[in-house]
C-alpha cells in the first residue's frame, strides 16, 4: 500500500498505509497501527502497557490549519482486535484497569478519551467537562499563587479572601457557566469560518465535514476540533495569566506594597507558580483523563509571562468589569518601600512626599483599564523626584545651583555665616553637602538595585531554569542524563581554569 499520508517510515520495519504507521512495543511485544490523531503531546503510547514509544513522534500539523473547501470524507480503519499478552511488566503498570465497552467494536479509541465512544455524548456535554476541568485547574493555579504569596513574601492572609470574592465574581461577570455557553461559542465559530470562506472565495461554501461513523456521538476529527474550539473560548474570556491580575488586584485592595514588577519577576523566575504550573494540576485535582480529553499541558500552560504594565491594566479592567471601586495605591507603602532601597533618608523625604500627594492626587495613581497609561508606580516615583528637588535644591544641570551660588557671593552674604562654627559643613554650605551625599548614595544604590534575573547568573542556573520552568514535565533517558551530567562537568572544569 502507498503512502499517501505522509507519515515516517516505521523504526521497527513497519510500513505504514493511508496516514497509519505500524510500530511494535520494545517493552510488552504487541504491534499495532496507528494514525496520527493517535498522537499524545506527540508521542504513541501501546495500547496494551501503556509504553511510551519515544522513537517515533508525530510531527502532523492540526487539520483545521489547513481551511480546505469542499466536503471532506473520513473512514474508520479495520483491524483485527490482538490478543494482549497475560504478563504485565512492573516498570509500566497499567494506570487504569481495562474496561470492556458496551458494544463490542473494531475501532478502539486512543488513550486520551475515556472507553466508549458514548461517554462524551453531544458537544454541549463535551463543553462541559472541558469549562469544568478548566476553571477547577485555575482556581487551583490560583491557590497555590495565593499560599506562595504569604508564607514566602509575607503577604497579609487578607489576600487570600479578597482574591477568592475578586475571583467568584469575576467569573460570574463573564458568563462562563450559562447554559447556552457551548451553543454560543460553536455558533460563533461557525458564523466566523463562513464570514472568512466569503472573504476569501467570495460565494465559496464553508468547510462542511462528512462523517461515516453512524454508531458515534461525535466522531473523533470532530470532536478533536470542538475541544479545541471550546479551549480558545475559555482562554479568551478568562486567560490563564488572570490569575496573577486576581493576586495583584487583591494585594492593592490590601494596601500591600506589592508592585506589578514583583509579581512579573517572581513568575519569570518560577518562585510564583504560573510557567510550571500545570504539572502540578493532576497532582491535585486527579488524572484529566476520566474527566477532560485535553490534557493539563494543552490546558493550562502559559505561552509567555504577561508584562507589567499589561498585568495593571488586566488588573483594572477586572475591577471595571465586577463593578469595584478601587483606592488609589498606598503612597506612603510604596514611597517608603522605594527610599529604603535607594538607601535614602525616609524621615526627611517622606513627609514632604505626601505633602506632595495629598496636594495633587494625581490620575496616575489609581488603578486603569488602559494598557497605554503610564504606570501608577511611576507616578509614585515621581512624586519623590520632586520631593528630593526641593528637600535638596536640584533643579537640573547644575545651572540653578550655580545662580544661587552667583547671587550669594553677589550679596556678601553666607546664611552659615550666623551658624556656631562647630556645626559649619566643611567644604561648602548645607545645601551641597546634602546634594553632593545623595548623589553618591544613588550611585552605590543603582548597582544595588538593578540587578538580573537568578538564572542569568551562569549556564548552570539558566539550564537548571530551562528544565524545571520553561520545560517542565519532560523526562529524559538515562544516557541522556549522562551526557548532560558530562557537559556540565566539562562547564565547571572551564570555569575553575578560566575564572571570569
Not at 158 to 186: M, Q
Not at 190 to 205: H, I, P, T, V
Not at 427 to 454: N, P, Q, W
Not at 467 to 484: M, Q, R
Request: aromatic share 10%; proline share 6%; hydrophobic share 40%.
Amino acid at each position: 500500500m502507498d503512502d499517501v499520508g505522509g507519515a515516517s517510515p516505521d523504526h521497527y520495519g513497519g510500513g505504514g498505509g493511508g496516514g497509519s504507521i505500524r510500530l511494535v512495543c520494545d517493552n510488552c511485544g504487541a504491534a499495532e497501527e496507528y494514525n496520527p490523531d493517535d498522537a499524545e503531546d506527540g508521542f504513541f503510547s501501546c495500547r496494551q502497557c501503556s509504553a511510551v514509544h519515544t522513537s517515533t513522534q508525530a510531527t502532523a500539523a492540526d487539520p483545521d490549519d489547513f481551511h480546505v473547501t469542499g466536503a471532506m470524507s473520513f473512514h474508520r480503519v479495520s483491524q483485527a482486535n490482538k490478543t494482549p499478552k497475560s504478563r504485565t511488566p512492573a516498570p509500566y503498570p497499567t494506570p487504569y484497569p481495562t474496561r470492556q465497552p458496551p458494544a463490542a467494536t473494531d475501532f478502539e479509541e486512543p488513550r486520551d478519551f475515556v472507553t466508549g465512544a458514548e461517554a462524551w455524548g453531544e458537544p454541549e456535554e463535551l463543553g462541559a467537562r472541558v469549562r469544568w476541568r478548566y476553571m477547577q485547574g485555575l482556581q487551583v493555579i490560583l491557590q497555590q499563587q495565593l499560599e506562595v504569596l504569604v508564607k514566602r513574601y509575607r503577604v497579609g492572609a487578607l489576600v487570600c479572601g479578597l482574591a477568592g470574592t475578586i475571583w467568584v465574581r469575576w467569573v460570574a461577570t463573564s458568563k462562563v457557566f450559562d447554559e447556552i455557553w457551548a451553543w454560543k461559542v460553536l455558533a460563533e465559530d461557525e458564523a466566523a469560518q463562513r464570514l472568512k470562506c466569503s472573504a476569501s472565495g467570495g460565494e465559496q461554501k464553508p468547510q462542511e465535514v462528512k462523517c461515516e461513523w453512524g454508531d458515534e456521538a461525535l466522531p473523533r476529527k470532530d470532536r478533536r476540533r470542538v475541544e479545541f474550539i471550546f479551549l480558545r473560548s475559555l482562554r479568551m474570556m478568562l486567560p490563564v495569566y488572570s490569575t496573577l491580575s486576581v493576586c495583584f488586584l487583591a494585594c492593592h485592595i490590601a494596601r500591600e506594597a506589592i508592585l506589578p514588577t514583583d509579581i512579573y519577576r517572581w513568575a519569570m523566575e518560577g518562585k510564583l507558580p504560573y510557567m510550571a504550573a500545570f504539572t502540578e494540576v493532576d497532582k491535585l485535582l486527579g488524572s484529566s483523563v476520566k474527566h477532560c480529553p485535553l490534557s493539563a499541558r494543552q490546558l493550562f500552560r502559559p505561552v509567555r509571562v504577561i508584562g507589567t504594565w499589561q498585568l495593571e491594566a488586566a488588573a483594572g479592567s477586572i475591577a471595571q468589569r465586577i463593578g469595584l471601586q478601587l483606592p488609589s495605591v498606598n503612597f506612603y507603602a510604596i514611597a517608603q518601600r522605594y527610599l529604603n532601597e535607594l538607601s535614602l533618608p525616609i524621615e526627611r523625604i517622606l513627609p514632604h512626599a505626601c505633602r506632595i500627594y495629598e496636594w495633587a492626587l494625581p490620575a496616575e495613581l489609581w488603578l486603569s483599564s488602559n494598557p497605554l497609561r503610564v504606570p501608577t508606580r511611576v507616578c509614585v516615583m515621581a512624586i519623590l523626584i520632586v520631593a528630593l528637588r526641593v528637600q535638596y535644591n536640584i533643579n537640573g544641570q547644575g545651572i540653578w545651583e550655580e545662580i544661587c551660588e552667583t547671587g550669594r557671593n553677589a550679596d556678601g552674604s553666607d546664611p552659615d555665616a550666623n551658624l556656631p562654627p562647630s556645626k559649619r559643613p566643611e567644604g561648602g554650605t548645607s545645601e551641597e553637602f546634602g546634594t553632593r551625599e545623595l548623589l553618591c548614595t544613588l550611585a552605590s544604590a543603582y548597582d544595588k538595585i538593578d540587578v538580573a534575573h537568578d538564572y542569568s547568573k551562569d549556564l548552570h542556573s539558566y539550564l537548571k531554569y530551562c528544565k524545571d520552568i520553561v520545560f517542565p514535565g519532560i523526562a529524559c533517558s538515562v544516557e541522556e542524563d549522562h551526557l548532560v551530567e558530562i557537559f556540565q562537568d566539562m562547564y565547571k572544569g572551564r570555569e575553575v581554569m578560566h575564572p571570569v
